[in-house]
């Protein structure tokens, strides 16, 4: 069964503050890794794919890694509206399902 | 715009009653999915369907039903047989990409249900 645990459940930063959320999983062979950003109430937003160890994607101050057994998400120097819970996903080969975490919940102070 | 719309926002039941929550598509996307949150928890999957016509259980489909009888439309009936539906419906598509794989899931707005 595809597994994925993500960590710390919750986190508080000074504005600024530079952090990295885990993601670490478990699945018989990796298809992709995503990441989603949700508000509260909200459906979760689209952020990022990836395929392969090695791989990174950015966005403003984002930046996704993947490794072989686990996903970072790092927020650099972020801002109030970086405020959100981030969720991490995987799929695995011959499945069009995805596994999500509990996600992240982050929180910027001002 | 192109995207995905769920209705109602939110949604009230009465004990015994099925209720159906609307999801509809118009990104051309081949699969869609429905999601089920509750706090602390991750989503889990209540069913999927890939082409028109089918669907698959996913991990929690028992007291849910669906249909696909169009490639944009795939409605989820909330049955009495559902012991706990309060909690927030999260409707997704994907479209099948050249790579030969299913692309990234995008969510719909959500709809809160909740039993009086």
């Known amino acids: 069964e595809d597994q994925v645990t993500q960590s710390p459940e919750a986190l508080r930063l000074q504005e600024g503050e530079s952090s990295s959320l885990n993601c670490s999983y478990t699945?018989?062979?990796?298809?992709?890794l995503f990441w989603y950003r949700q508000d509260p109430g909200k459906g979760p937003e689209f952020l990022f794919t990836?395929?392969?160890a090695g791989e990174e994607k950015e966005k403003e101050r984002l930046k996704a890694t993947l490794t072989k057994k686990e996903s970072f998400l790092h927020i650099t120097a972020p801002k109030p509206e970086d405020s959100a819970t981030y969720l991490c996903?995987?799929?695995?080969?011959?499945?069009?399902?995805?596994?999500f975490g509990k996600g992240n919940q982050v929180v910027v102070i001002p | 715009d192109g995207g995905i719309t769920q209705s109602p926002k939110y949604l009230f039941r009465k004990e015994g009653q099925n209720v159906t929550l609307s999801c509809e598509q118009n990104l051309n996307h081949d699969a869609m999915y429905w999601y089920r949150q509750d706090p602390g928890q991750g989503l889990r999957l209540i069913y999927y369907s890939q082409i028109v016509n089918d669907f698959q259980k996913g991990d929690i489909a028992e007291g849910y039903s669906v249909s696909r009888e169009k490639k944009e439309s795939f409605p989820l009936t909330v049955t009495s047989a559902q012991k706990n539906p309060t909690a927030f419906y999260l409707c997704a598509s994907s479209l099948f990409g050249t790579s030969g794989r299913y692309n990234e899931q995008f969510f719909g707005p959500g709809t809160r249900l909740t039993v009086l």
């Open positions: 699945v018989s062979g990796l298809r992709g």
């Open positions: 990836l395929y392969s």
């Open positions: 996903a995987v799929q695995a080969r011959g499945n069009n399902r995805l596994a």
